[in-house]
Each structure stands twice: as C-alpha cells, then as structure tokens.
C-alpha cells in the first residue's frame, strides 16, 4: 500500500508539472495569435475615409483570431477612391497568412498601375488591376489555393463606381428612386486559378441615397440552428429596408449584423464575416 500510495503522489506531481507545461505552451500560442489577430486587423482601416459625397464604412469580424478576409480603401487622387474586399480560401492561420501577403501584393499594384491622364486625374482601372493580381497570383499561391476578389473605383465628379468582381458574392445596388435593391451579375473565376482568367466592369451611376454594398460569402452562408442559410434574398432585403429608410452606411452595416446575429443565435460563426458599403450621401 505504501509503495502505491509513493507512486500515485509521484504521478499526481509528474501530471502537475506536466499540465504547468501545458498551460504555459497554450498561453504563449494564445498570445502569437492575438498578436497575429492584431497584426492582421491593422492591416485594414482604422477609421473610415473622409470621401466628398459619400460614406464608406467597412467591417470585418473574422471567425476565429486569424482569417482570410480583408477590406482596404485607396485614394487614388482628389476624387477617385479605390474600394477592396477580398476573400482568401481556407480559415485560421491556413488563410491569414495568403492574406497578409495578398495585402502587400494589392497595395504594391495600386502603385504600379496608378496612372495620371492627359486632365491630369488618376485612374486605376479594375479590370487591368483584376487582371495583374490574378497573374502574380497564380505565380506562387499553393493549389488550390485562391483569393476571392471585389473592386470598386469610385469618382466623385462623374459620380460612377466601376466595379469588377472575381469569385466574390455579387455586389448589391440599392436604387433610392425606384427603392428596389438589385445584384450586379459579375461572375469570373477567383483570383489565382486560372492565368489567363478575364474580368469585365460593370459601371454604377450613383444618385443620392443610392447605395453600393460588397459582401464576403461568410455572410449569406452563416446558417441557423434549423440548418437553414442567410442567404442572398435575406441580405437584399435588409439593404433595401435600411436603404427605405434612409440609414446611413453604417447603420446599414449594423443591421446586416444585427439580423444575422438573431438569425445564427445559438451557432458558432464558421467563416470571416465582412462587408463594405459605399452610400451617395
């Protein structure tokens, strides 16, 4: 009995130094991800651009403390904005580091393909940046790897956003005239996949009170406990009763959120969730 009793206190003591190790390596794994989670998340806006005429607000909440998605906004001379969403296959650390990388890659092309014309005004033409991306991309991503991409250039003087989407949910245009919210058919192959991959622009007039909104896939299909999807009719008709009632770009954000916070109570949040929305103000 004496020697069990020696060798059950001598476990219990192995098993106490052993869980101390264990708790420790978790810790600093905790701590390598939030600083990770950090690192990322200021990879994005801080605070929304001061844009003449328009609010631009954006929001990413990713589903774990790294992810593959990610936002930007470009000033690209006095009135034109570029506006990036983008989606990198994979979650945790599998996507966030394509992502990093994929934002240095984004802001390095916004450089190069920057160009200033015979009036003097900058352009950046989506389809020719969609096209550079997809080309480097497919250089070094890791197969099946790929990068889910929407572009917006916005000019605040023709009062036009052009837009190209590759792989990304269509872009919703809410009209306040005709107080109806309609998708953007832009399909195309996600960055990264296919070299010699095209893009076309779709080009929006915006009237005041008008209303552009870019959604990553995480939000039409985050699910409820019955199994069902968000889904794409769900997320128009949230734009078009806040766009009805006049909301600005951030509370249109809030209500998109607030509706799929209700809709998924209960589950946990499987993928990144982000959404930009430009408003003719």
């Known amino acids: 009995i004496y020697t069990l009793t020696k060798r059950v206190q001598n476990r219990s003591a192995e098993l106490e130094i052993a869980n101390d190790v264990v708790s420790a390596h978790s810790k600093m794994l905790e701590n390598e991800l939030q600083t990770a989670h950090d ?33 930007q906004y470009f000033n690209v001379g006095e009135n034109k904005w570029t506006f990036a969403l983008a989606d990198v296959t994979g979650h945790g650390m599998q996507a966030a580091v394509p992502t990093m990388v994929f934002s240095g890659l984004l802001d390095a092309e916004m450089g190069y ?18 096209g550079k991306l997809n080309t480097r991309l497919c250089r070094f991503l890791e197969p099946r790897t790929f990068v889910c991409l929407s572009l917006g250039e916005l000019d605040t003087i023709d009062n036009t956003i052009r837009i190209s989407n590759g792989g990304c949910p269509y872009p919703y245009v809410y009209r306040a005239v005709q107080k109806a919210t309609e998708e953007l ?54 734009i078009s009763e ?23 109570k209960g589950c946990e949040q499987d993928d990144d969730q982000t959404i930009v929305v430009v408003k003719a103000a």
């Open 39 to 71: 690192m990322q998340m200021r990879l994005m806006p801080q605070e929304n651009p001061v844009v003449n005429g328009y609010q631009v607000v954006g929001k990413c909440r990713p589903a774990t403390e790294v992810g593959g998605d990610f936002f």
């Open 113 to 130: 393909s920057s160009k200033v014309q015979e009036s003097g005004r900058v352009s950046v033409e989506p389809e020719k940046l969609m």
């Open 185 to 238: 058919d832009l399909s195309a192959f996600p960055l990264g996949v296919r070299v010699n991959s095209s893009y076309k622009v779709s080009e929006v007039s915006m009237k005041k009170g008008d209303v552009v909104v870019f959604c990553s896939d995480g939000i039409m299909e985050a699910s409820s406990q019955q199994g069902q999807l968000f889904g794409f009719d769900r997320v128009s008709e949230i």
């Open 242 to 264: 806040a766009g009805a009632e006049d909301k600005s770009a951030e509370q249109i954000i809030a209500s998109v959120f607030s509706e799929l916070d209700e809709f998924s």
